[in-house]
């Protein structure tokens, strides 16, 4: 097979609530131009300062699409599929890379599966598709040690995708989504949106508005010097994990009840030697991030 022509623009497509998935994203952008090729990052973030709309893939030159998305109720979050209903169909080729903190385990495979569907339908080809891991921000904490082998993983990660794309070769996995893990799917996607129920807020709110500034899907209103919330939650948690004075309070299991912030992980682990993978990332829960860590 004779190895592709490189393309002269990529266009990286990405959702993030707590910033995993834009670090990844912009690790894609920083590799493509040491390689001399053009890059359009679309943020699907409504908040995000750069956010072009969802329809902003209409006139992009790219050859090449790079979608990048948090898993959410093992599947894509709304945004995406906003983005995938108004995507002009075209020829082009497309990677589809879901972020987890759990890995390529179930019940995360068969997460990509729909989104693969839906640009083959719109005639592009899917040349690539996998699961890249960052730190866990939901049920259950990771250590430092582990959140930094995982942080300091994605260049690594990054190149070995690039290689494979750039050089011709396909990697597709086909999963499929039971019908049971597709009714949980519908189920946690409607529960998402009264997660908001969950939230309290305590006298601390200043009523900055820094979560509604920051609410990806725009779901918070200020009134009254207080948030409001309306039925567009996509359950990222980014409103109670950075709220600049921790107003924000969840009953809900899956919230960390010591936070997470990738950046604080850093700071503290600045000048810590990491403890071998296999030493910081054990038990059965964990299998998949530890096999993901420790294969090239």
């Known amino acids: 097979m004779n190895k592709p022509k490189s393309p002269a623009a990529v266009q990286i497509v990405f959702f993030s609530g707590t910033g995993g998935t834009e670090r990844i994203a912009r690790c894609f952008e920083q590799a493509l131009n040491s390689r001399k090729i053009q890059t359009e990052l679309l943020n699907l973030d409504c908040s995000s300062p750069d956010y072009c709309g969802a329809n902003a ?39 589809v890379l879901s972020v987890s903190g759990g890995g390529e385990t179930w019940p995360n495979t068969g997460c990509r599966n729909a989104c693969c569907k839906a640009l083959e339908e719109k005639g592009l080809t899917v040349v690539y598709d996998g699961m890249l891991c960052m730190p866990s921000n939901w049920v259950t904490p990771v250590n430092d040690h582990l959140a930094m082998h ?7 990660k990054v190149e070995q995708i690039l290689s494979d794309v750039l050089s011709g070769r396909s990697v597709r996995t086909y999963n499929k989504k039971s019908p049971l893990r597709a009714c949980i799917t519908k189920a946690e996607k409607q529960n998402a949106k009264r997660f908001p129920e969950s939230i309290t807020v305590d006298e601390s709110c200043k009523g900055c508005g ?57 700071k503290r682990m600045q000048g810590v030697p990491l403890q071998p993978i296999q030493e910081c990332c054990r038990g059965l829960a964990w299998s998949a991030v530890r096999k993901y860590l420790l294969i090239d």
């Open 57 to 95: 893939s209409a006139n992009s030159s790219a050859e090449l699409i790079i979608l990048l998305f948090a898993v959410h109720a093992f599947d894509a979050p709304l945004p995406v599929y906003t983005w995938l209903e108004q995507l002009p169909a075209s020829k082009k080729r497309a990677v």
């Open 150 to 156: 995982l942080i300091q993983a994605v260049p690594r």
């Open 210 to 266: 820094w979560c509604a500034d920051h609410c990806p899907t725009k779901n918070i209103e200020i009134q009254n010097g207080r948030p409001v919330f309306k039925d567009s939650c996509v359950m990222c948690f980014r409103c109670i994990y950075a709220c600049p004075v921790h107003a924000m309070h969840s009953t809900n299991f899956m919230v960390l009840k010591g936070g997470y912030d990738l950046n604080a992980v850093e």
